[in-house]
């Protein structure tokens, strides 16, 4: 007997299997094969735009995505750091070798973990509660299942005009689990996506490509991270871009993608398009940018990042030698678009646990997501949310005011997928509460009164936060007054001289101003590290916009606070608009303001619901 079966070995499968085991309970990872444990068969990176910040959310949570790609990144960069601190975020280059290996030591070295090769083909109930799994003909007992099974569930390659049931990498699918899943009654959606070319490494003419180099200045996903990998020891990217030549073949070409041809029947990554899609819909732009990024430091292939199709191998061929610097390149792997079976997401809990079967929850793509940063979260937090429930003790429910996570798992549940989710800053209103630099302070907390944080990380954390308060109070008892001495040094470092008295807290709001300037101006050294003057600075110029989206967030919280009966009668109450009733009985929502946020569900709607509460509550 297990308290928990993670069923999938990708980046959910990992966090939920780990969270589980790390937290007490006997767990077993069941997977196709050990060596995919953490694979990349698509882009080898983690982070990016929203999706880093993601991955400093696992790590304040006590997950290890932020540790493993610290350990293992070929490159690593700050985008968007001359914009606000809203859109920051940490994207690296991962080595598709070392990434996975680091996780597979993990996993070996965790206790109340074991690992299983095979296929779930189906699953066991008992009175609405899952109670067992079927492996290789064999019943395995269990107190809860979290299937993170990514790709993999019926699952089919499709290049050209050809389809071959297969998973990533050309790895066995599974459609007896998908059957098992139907008879229990579970809505099954379609989806796909895909992956480009690979290069052959000493056949590409670099010359004609633009050098991409990581960041000299360090960072860091984990704050554990003692020694990050520095600025000398990371490898270069290289962009490149598609011609006017490469348009007309794949305009040419176009019937014989799987994408245009009938072929496929599930729905792309709307914000991941095929190059074929770009070029369709995009028809006035003259070229699409092209990323040539290494794979591993002992892979002799390159990864054609924003290059993904599902033509056939010899039009792959005219495309790829059309672009500049590929003229006489060689193919290692050809790309290739994969269908597969994903969960309708609403039929999941917030806390990522099923409605109709207890005990059972699903985490990653198969909850209709795309990328490894998005799937990690949700392992984590099925990992985090099975154990509570198996410890009678309350979900973990992030709020989209707390983190990416929260905002992630909302939008799942309570608006459902066409396509495959991916996290863009756009998707949360309150952006300016998730920056990068604040995670910890934002879910440090959860993480520790989980179990997942140590007491030594807590206390630490705690010590940086009183560091911090001391100095801005500090800053502001501290004043400049506008003395002779200060404004020629304002002069001389080219700063708008002072007209009146003001606190060195008002005068860091300044944004031409940095420490240096402060600390020479009132002579003295403050004592915090430069991630937590950073951060420190943020808090400082920001202020007042922080104050309002947190007002603003406030308000949303007071309907987060009314629940809604989960055996409310939606029928029974008069005057709500048709279409909003059919979608509050599809999703059935848990709270006012999850209602609030469903497509077709209208303000006029939720006045007369509230209502309908307050009176069956009198």
């Known amino acids: 007997m297990y308290d928990v079966v993670v069923i999938g070995g990708g980046h959910a499968g990992v966090e939920a299997a ?21 694979n990349m068969p698509c882009n080898p990176s983690i982070g990016g735009p929203a999706k880093g910040i993601i ?43 070392t990434y996975p290996e680091y996780m597979r030591n993990v996993i070996f070295s965790t206790n109340n973990l074991e690992v299983l090769e095979g296929y779930v083909t189906s699953l066991k109930t008992k009175e609405k509660q899952v109670c067992g799994v079927v492996v290789n003909d064999q019943e395995i007992p269990t107190k809860a299942v979290i299937i993170a099974s990514g790709t993999y569930l019926s699952s089919c390659v499709l290049c050209g005009k050809s389809s ?3 998973g990533p990498d050309q790895e066995p699918t599974t459609t007896k689990l998908s059957e098992s899943l139907r008879e229990l009654g579970f809505r099954l959606i379609r989806l796909k996506t895909g992956t480009p070319p690979r290069i052959k490494k000493d056949t590409i003419d670099y010359d004609k490509m633009t050098i ?39 305009r040419e070409h176009l019937l014989e993608s799987s994408m245009y041809s009938g072929l496929v029947t599930g729905v792309g990554p709307r914000y991941c398009p095929s190059i074929e899609d770009k070029v369709v819909r995009f028809k006035d732009k003259e070229r699409h940018q092209l990323f040539i990024e290494p794979e591993g430091t002992s892979i002799p292939e390159m990864y054609l990042q924003g290059f993904s199709t599902s033509m056939p191998h010899e039009v792959q061929e005219e495309m790829v030698h059309s672009l500049p610097g590929l003229e006489q390149c060689v193919i290692t792997k050809y790309a290739y678009a994969i269908e597969y079976d994903a969960i309708d997401p609403l039929e999941l809990k917030s806390n990522l646990e099923t409605k109709k079967i207890s005990n ?9 997501t795309s990328g490894y940063e998005e799937a990690a979260c949700q392992g984590l937090m099925a990992g985090i949310n099975a154990h509570l429930k198996l410890v009678g003790k309350d979900p973990l429910v992030l709020k989209r005011n707390e983190a990416y996570t929260g905002v992630l798992i909302d939008d799942l549940i309570t608006k459902g997928v066409k396509d495959p989710y991916r996290m863009l800053t756009s998707r949360a209103e309150f952006r300016l509460l998730l920056r990068h630099d604040n995670s910890e302070q934002r879910l440090l907390k959860y993480g520790y009164q989980v179990g997942l944080i140590s007491e030594e990380r807590y206390q630490s954390f705690l010590e940086k936060e009183e560091r911090k308060n001391h100095v801005l109070h500090q800053l502001k008892e501290i004043f400049l007054t506008p003395k002779m001495e200060v404004n020629q040094y304002l002069e001389e470092h080219k700063l708008s001289a002072l007209n009146e008295k003001i606190s060195a807290c008002d005068f860091l709001k300044r944004p031409e101003v940095n420490w240096e300037d402060i600390e020479a101006l009132t002579s003295k ?51 709500i608009a048709s279409e909003a009733k059919d979608k509050l009985k599809k999703v059935r929502p848990e709270t006012i303001s999850q209602a609030s946020r469903i497509s077709g569900v209208n303000p006029s709607d939720i006045s007369i619901l509230l209502v309908y509460l307050e009176s069956k509550k009198q």
């Open 18 to 38: 780990l969270a589980t085991a790390r937290l007490g309970c006997k767990t077993l990872m069941v997977l196709g094969s050990i060596k995919r444990i953490a």
């Open 164 to 166: 071959i049931p297969s």
């Open 55 to 97: 991955v400093r959310e696992i790590d304040a949570l006590g997950g290890e995505m932020a540790k493993a790609i610290d350990a293992t990144l070929l490159q690593l960069k700050m985008l968007n750091s001359s914009k606000g601190p809203a859109v920051r975020a940490l994207r690296a280059q991962a080595d598709k070798i």
């Open 360 to 368: 059972l929850f699903f985490a990653g793509q198969v909850n209709g």
């Open 525 to 575: 050294t403050f004592s915090l590290t430069d991630e937590e003057k950073e951060e420190l600075l943020i808090a400082i110029r920001y202020e007042g916009y922080i104050l309002k989206e947190y007002k603003v967030a406030q308000k949303m919280l007071q309907m987060e606070n009314r629940r809604i009966p989960q055996d409310i009668d939606y029928d029974q109450i008069q005057n």
């Open 212 to 250: 991409q180099y990581g960041d000299q200045k360090i960072y860091r996903f984990s704050s554990t991270t003692t020694h990050p990998i520095p600025f000398e020891k990371q490898v270069v990217c290289y962009l490149t871009y598609t011609t006017p030549k490469t348009h007309e073949i794949i």
